[in-house]
Nanobody
């Protein structure tokens, strides 16, 4: 069993910053990738950023240059530093962890709300 827990969401004014954290624990053999997704009301869940086992990263175009994903491999933790926040960044942010144990398994956290006021 793998547990994924996010923290760090909240309410911030436009132009402000927030840092999200996500910790994975449990029966973890090898993490292939950790990432952040978000879902705004009435919209589909979308990728925000992902960091792979080798350290490569990908970002959604909407957040490039403003968000930074990083990882503490020893602690199975991933962070999302969000700067220059905009009202359109308002969403529930979910952490996703992909673990390899013969095959790949995908685990999700419960989500953390980020609200950016104008």
């Amino acid at each position: 069993q793998v547990h994924v827990v996010e923290s760090g969401g909240g309410l911030v004014q436009a132009g402000g910053s927030l840092r999200l954290s996500c910790a994975a624990s449990g029966s973890i053999f090898s993490i292939n990738a950790m990432g952040w997704y978000r879902q705004a009301p009435g919209k589909q869940r979308e990728l925000v950023a992902v960091i792979r086992n080798g350290g490569s990263t990908n970002y959604a175009d909407a957040v490039k240059g403003r968000f930074t994903i990083s990882r503490d491999s020893a602690e199975n933790t991933v962070f999302l530093q969000m700067n220059s926040l905009k009202p359109e960044d308002t969403a529930v942010y979910y952490c996703n962890v992909r673990i390899i144990n013969l095959i790949e398994y995908s685990y999700w956290g419960q989500g953390t709300q980020v609200t950016v006021s104008s």
